[in-house]
C-alpha cells in the first residue's frame, strides 16, 4: 500500500522498519514479533523512540469478527469486512475486555481504560463515511488490485477475495472437533450458513467489503468461542475481537483498523487471513489520503509524563530531524505491523483534500 517502500534502520533500536509514503504522509511500519498486547505496545514504544514526532497511530490488521450486531442484530458482517473503532454507546472504540477487577462473588468487573481516537482521525472515518455513501464511492477495489499488481503469481492468490462460496458460518451450538483438519470433509456443511441464505445485507460483490463502525474487544487470548464471542458482544457491544489494540490505545489516541478473517469460533482457519488484511490496509491507505497532513498534534499520549515534559518535550514541534511527523501503525497478522506516517510537508493543503497532492514531500535525511 506504500509508495516508495523501503527499509530504514535507526541506531539503537534492532528493529528494521518499513518506510513509505500514502500521499503527503509518511509512513513508518513495523510488524509485532508475537501476537498480544505487550509485545503491540513495546513496538509501539520502540518507534516512537526511534520516531519522536509521530502523530498518528494506525493499528492495521485482522479479526475475528460478530457476525451480526445491531437493532435486532441486522447488520452482517461478513468474512473479508472491515471493523473500524470508534467510540458508541459510551465507550471508545477498543475495549480491553480482561482488564479489570474480580469484585466479590461477580465477575470480572471490566475497567475501561481505553482512550477515543484522536479527533483528527475520527474526522477523516466521518469524512471517508460520507466519500463512501458517494457515487463513486470506495477506493479500496482499486487499491486491491493495485496491491496484487505488485505481487507474483503465488503471493498474489493469497490476497485474492476468496469468494462467498467459502463464507461459512457454522451454527453456534456446532463445533469443530479436530483442530489438525479443516472444516471440508470434517464438519456437516449442512450445519453453516453461506452469505446468501443471511439476506440483503450479507451480499458482497468481489472486493466490495463493507465498512462496519463499533468497539472493538482486546485481550491477549485468542476467542476460538462462538459462546464468548456472543457474550462479549452482550456484555461489551463488541463487534470484533483481536490481540493488540489494547497495547496501544492504553497510551495513545490511535484509530483500530480490522479486516474480518474469522467468526472467533471454533471453525476458524486461515483462509481468508491475506484477503481480510489487504482490505483493512486499503481502508488505512483510503482514510491516509483523507487525512490532512498538516501540522498539529493529533497524537496524544495519555501518560503524564508524556504530557509533562520529561519525555514528550519536542514530541510535536520537531525535536530531530522528523519536524511534525505523523505516525500510524500498521498490524498485518502474519505480520502484524505498525504504520506511521510523518511529514513535513506542512500545512499546504487544505483540509479535507482527496487524492494525492500535487508536491510530493520527500524523506528527511535521517
Ligand atoms: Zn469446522
Not at 465507550?91 to 482512550?115: C, D, M, N, P, S
Not at 469443530?176 to 470433509?185: I, M
Not at 441464505?197 to 472486493?207: I, L, N, P, Q, V
Not at 456472543?230 to 456484555?235: D, Q
Request: aromatic share 8%; proline share 5%; net charge neutral.
Amino acid at each position: 500500500m506504500l509508495e516508495d517502500p523501503t527499509t530504514m534502520e535507526v541506531p539503537d533500536d534492532d528493529v528494521l522498519y518499513h518506510v513509505g509514503r500514502i500521499g503527503s504522509h509518511f509512513v513508518v511500519m513495523v510488524v509485532c514479533p508475537r501476537m498480544g498486547i505487550e509485545p503491540a505496545a513495546t513496538a509501539l514504544a520502540n518507534m516512537r523512540r526511534s520516531f519522536p514526532n509521530i502523530k498518528h497511530v494506525l493499528v492495521v490488521g485482522i479479526a475475528g469478527g460478530m457476525p451480526c450486531y445491531g437493532p435486532d442484530l441486522q447488520e452482517q458482517i461478513v468474512l473479508g469486512d472491515v471493523v473500524v473503532g470508534v467510540p458508541q454507546h459510551g465507550r471508545g472504540g477498543v475495549t480491553h475486555y480482561e482488564f479489570g477487577a474480580w469484585e466479590g462473588q461477580k465477575e470480572l468487573t471490566v475497567k475501561e481504560h481505553t482512550l477515543h481516537p484522536s479527533a483528527a482521525l475520527l474526522t477523516a472515518v466521518n469524512n471517508l463515511r460520507s466519500v463512501h455513501m458517494q457515487v463513486a464511492g470506495s477506493k479500496i477495489p482499486r487499491y486491491l488490485e493495485e496491491l496484487r499488481r505488485g505481487l507474483n503469481e503465488r503471493s498474489r492468490q493469497a490476497y485474492e477475495d476468496p469468494g462467498a462460496e467459502y463464507d461459512h458460518l457454522f451454527e453456534d451450538s456446532y463445533l469443530h472437533t479436530d483442530r489438525g483438519r479443516f472444516c471440508q470433509g470434517l464438519c456437516d456443511a449442512t450445519r453453516a450458513k453461506l452469505r446468501k441464505s443471511r439476506g440483503k445485507r450479507a451480499e458482497r460483490k468481489s472486493d466490495q467489503p463493507h465498512i462496519h463502525h463499533g468497539n472493538i474487544g482486546s485481550a491477549n487470548a485468542v476467542v476460538r468461542s462462538s459462546a464468548k464471542r456472543n457474550e462479549l458482544h452482550a456484555r461489551h457491544n463488541i463487534i470484533c475481537l483481536e490481540m493488540e489494540a489494547a497495547g496501544v490505545m492504553s497510551d495513545y489516541q490511535g484509530l483500530v483498523i480490522r479486516g474480518v478473517c474469522d467468526y472467533a469460533d471454533s471453525h476458524k482457519n486461515k483462509k481468508w487471513q491475506g484477503y481480510a488484511a489487504a482490505t483493512a490496509a486499503a481502508y488505512a491507505k483510503e482514510l491516509l489520503l483523507l487525512l490532512p497532513a498538516g501540522g498539529g498534534s493529533s497524537t496524544e499520549s495519555s501518560l503524564p509524563d508524556e504530557r509533562n515534559g520529561t519525555r514528550g518535550d519536542g514530541w510535536y514541534v520537531g525535536r530531530d530531524q522528523f519536524h511534525n511527523s505523523g505516525g500510524g501503525f500498521m498490524n498485518f497478522n502474519m505480520g502484524a505491523g505498525y504504520q506511521t506516517n510523518n511529514n513535513t510537508a506542512g500545512n499546504q493543503y487544505n483540509a479535507p483534500f482527496y487524492g494525492h497532492p500535487s508536491a510530493i514531500p520527500q524523506w528527511p535525511k535521517y
